[in-house]
């Protein structure tokens, strides 16, 4: 059984509050990555507009979006979901306790909420969170659930299980190189101690890590287990 991953889009935040040189603000997207265990293809996080992930799946992989099975969101956030649309065939998958947690949220809010163009926007993110269905815990052969939840309430990453490594698309759980060097999480985190208790596990099970808003981190704390 081949299992393959690699990033279609470099993510961003829109303001790295570890940076001392901010720059002008950006368009917050996460990063994007494609994995292909089985007979299943698995774009997690889609936070690119539809054109550019289109245009992604073609550059990085050679495919295009009909070849899509499944999308996976790690959360809910919109900077994780923008290319969505261009996957109509798919499953679309979250976790359960995401969908059910932030599911209640928006409905809360939309109860209290007295603006009507605001009312519109989040009766929008009900129906399309109503789109998703509960992942299961097994996605495709050796690509399994891995729970982080702080970042936003249910949140979830998905883990790989290489041979030698394992490989977690952690999503926001790990927001940037930076973060994980300073062992800092995400400032605008749904509940931050919960957080900084899925940043540790993340750290005690995965050699490498696919975070919210960068490339590619080798987890040194556990480089040995590859090299040594």
């Not at 279609?8 to 570890?18: D, K, N, P, Q």
């Not at 495919?63 to 999308?71: G, N, Q, T, W």
């Not at 809910?76 to 979901?81: A, G, M, Q, S």
């Not at 599911?103 to 809360?108: D, R, T």
């Amino acid at each position: 059984m081949i299992l393959d991953y690699r990033i279609l889009s470099i993510g961003t935040l829109a303001v790295h509050e570890l940076w001392e040189r901010q720059g002008e603000h950006r368009t917050a997207h996460a990063t994007t990555t494609l994995v292909r265990s089985g007979d299943r293809r698995i774009v997690v996080n889609p936070g690119l507009p539809t054109p550019v992930i289109a245009a992604r799946l073609r550059e990085r992989a050679g495919l295009c979006p009909e070849d899509i099975s499944d999308v996976f969101l790690t959360s809910f956030l919109p900077d994780h979901r923008r290319g969505l649309a261009i996957f109509p065939d798919a499953r679309w998958l979250i976790s359960e306790n995401e969908r059910d947690m932030v599911g209640g949220l928006l409905i809360e809010q939309f109860e209290q909420e007295q603006d009507e163009q605001a009312r519109d926007l989040l009766r929008e993110d009900i129906a399309l969170l109503k789109r998703f269905q509960a992942a299961p815990d097994c996605l495709a052969p050796h690509a399994d659930l891995f729970p982080v939840p702080g970042f936003t309430p249910g949140a979830c990453g998905l883990l790989l299980s290489e041979s030698n490594r394992t490989v977690l698309v952690a999503g926001g759980a790990v927001g940037t190189s930076e973060h994980l060097e300073k062992g800092r999480v995400l400032r605008h985190s749904f509940d931050v101690e919960q957080a900084q208790v899925s940043f540790t596990e993340v750290l005690e099970i995965a050699d490498v890590i696919v975070p919210g808003y960068d490339n590619v981190i080798l987890n040194n704390l556990r480089s040995h287990k590859i090299f040594g």
